[in-house]
Every structure is written in C-alpha cells, then in structure tokens.
C-alpha cells in the first residue's frame, strides 16, 4: 500500500482490529486488517507530511492520531474521519532517518506529549499544541519514550546507553477549609521543581 519504506506502526486502542502506518512516502493509512483489501483511506487528500513520515501514537481513547515527519511537523489527526485537526505544535525538531517512538501520557487531563527533541524531551499538550517544558538528562540522542501508565511515570531511552525515569511532581491535597496561603512553606526538593523531573536528580 506504500511506496516506500514503512517507518512506523501503531494499534488503534480503541478498535483491535484497526492499524495505522506511517511510510517514508509522506503517507499515513489506516487498514483494517480483517480485510484483504487494503487501507480504509489514506489521512489528507495526498501525503500527510512533506518528508518522511517516522512516528505515530493513538491519543488513549483512539479518537485521534498524532504523527510525526522529517519535515519538522507534528500533526493531530481525527482517526474516525482523517481529517487535520490544524494543532499548531510549532517546529517539532525531527532529524531521525529511522523510526522515532514517542507516547502520550495516560490518565492525565490535559493529555501530554512526550517527543524525542535531540538530546532531551519535549513535553507538548496534544490538544492546544503548547509546549511545556524540554525535559533534560540525557548526553545524547534520545530515540524512545514510554509511558507507564500505572505509577504516571516516563521512561527514555537514548544513544548515550541510559534509561532514565521520569517522574512527575507530587502534590499535597489541600482540604477544603484551609487555604494554601495559611499553610507552613515547606522547603521543595529541587527535583520536584518542574512537573516532570528525573528519578536521577533525587537524593
């Protein structure tokens, strides 16, 4: 069904039988593989992006699609229709030749995602497009993320031969008949300062 080399693949969470590719061609299909047939339909008119097309990940709930190209975009897609949504991610920084994993976060609102930027990880809000923050620990190329959706923890692999684990904040409940002014300043640990730091700067 493609032209060139496939780079990416991903399962639907929502339907088991639905899978997307993304290919060097420009090109994302969607195909449901009961059928011998081929694709459901491509996402866009023609290519999805203008360069290759290297990453794509489900949002949880299967209604959208998020790809990555060679041509420095990121682009939300709805799965149902195949239509753009028109997020505007901003340059998203792209030099991998091969396949680029990245993840969105699970059981998180706003939903996040976690995309290998060089050297660090950069941590955009899938529906508005705003980037974050840049996560930072690696020494080199980072070529994977993972989310855990259990203990909402990251996990990055990256060139320099270090998995690191990436953690987010934790945040005291507050009850109801105290406001956060009358509470006692408690000294914060300089790892918990951003809303996702490294298991490696605690201690």
């Not at 953690?167 to 409940?173: K, N, S, T, Y």
Request: aromatic content about 10%.
């Amino acid at each position: 069904g493609h032209r060139q080399e496939v780079l990416a693949v991903s399962w639907s969470p929502r339907h088991e039988y639905i899978l997307a590719t993304g290919s060097a061609d420009g090109r994302v299909k969607l195909w449901d593989v009961r059928r011998a047939s081929g694709s459901l339909f491509p996402l866009a008119a023609n290519t999805a992006h203008d360069g290759r097309v290297n990453g794509l990940c489900y949002t949880n709930d299967g209604l959208h699609l998020l790809t990555i190209g060679t041509d420095d975009r990121m682009r939300l897609w709805n799965s149902s229709t195949g239509e753009n949504t028109l997020v505007n991610y901003g340059k998203v920084s792209n030099e991998s030749r091969k396949g680029l994993k990245f993840a969105i976060s699970c059981g998180c609102n706003p939903e996040f995602a976690f995309v290998p930027y060089g050297s660090t990880i950069a941590v955009y809000t899938v529906f508005t497009g705003e980037l974050i923050t840049m996560l930072r620990g690696h020494y080199s190329t980072v070529n994977c993320c993972v989310f855990q959706p259990h203990f909402q923890e990251l996990y990055s692999g990256g060139k320099d031969c270090n998995i690191l684990a990436w953690i987010p904040a934790p945040r005291e409940p507050v009850p109801d008949d105290i406001s956060e002014k009358s509470l006692p300043q408690q000294h914060v640990n300089p790892a918990y300062e951003d809303a996702w730091s490294s298991s490696d700067d605690e201690g």
